[in-house]
C-alpha cells in the first residue's frame, strides 16, 4: 500500500488474475484472517483519503475528520469481519 507507507507490506499470493482495458485485476490471498483484517483496515484508509480527496478536502483537518466519519457511515460495513466471512462462505461458480 504504497499510498499510505512505502514500505507497508502483507504477506499473501496472488491468487488470481484479469486483464482489464487498462491493466489488471488482482486478486490477493493472505496468510491468515489477521493478516487479511491489517490488509482490509489499511484500504479502509485509503478509500477514506481518496473520499476526501473527491471531496477538495485538504486544507481544513476538521473538514477531513467530519468527511472520514460520513465515509465510515456509509462503507464501514462493507469490511467488516461479518462481510469477509460471508465472502468467503459463497459458493464457487462451476
Not at 481518496?50 to 475528520?65: E, F, I, P, V
Not at 467530519?66 to 469490511?79: G, I, K, N, R, S
Not at 469481519?81 to 462451476?94: G, K, N
Request: charged letters at 25%; proline letters at 4%.
Amino acid at each position: 500500500m504504497p499510498s499510505v507507507n512505502p514500505d507497508l507490506r502483507y504477506l499473501g499470493y496472488v491468487a488470481w488474475c484479469l486483464r482489464r482495458k487498462h491493466g489488471y485485476l488482482v486478486g490477493i490471498a493472505f496468510v491468515d484472517e489477521q493478516t487479511l483484517f491489517t490488509a482490509r483496515m489499511g484500504e479502509q484508509v485509503c478509500q477514506i483519503e481518496r473520499y476526501c480527496r473527491m471531496h477538495d478536502s485538504h486544507s481544513d483537518l476538521h473538514d477531513n475528520q467530519a468527511l472520514a466519519l460520513e465515509w465510515v457511515q456509509e462503507h464501514a460495513d462493507e469490511f467488516s469481519h461479518d462481510t469477509v466471512r460471508r465472502a468467503f462462505a459463497q459458493p464457487v461458480p462451476d
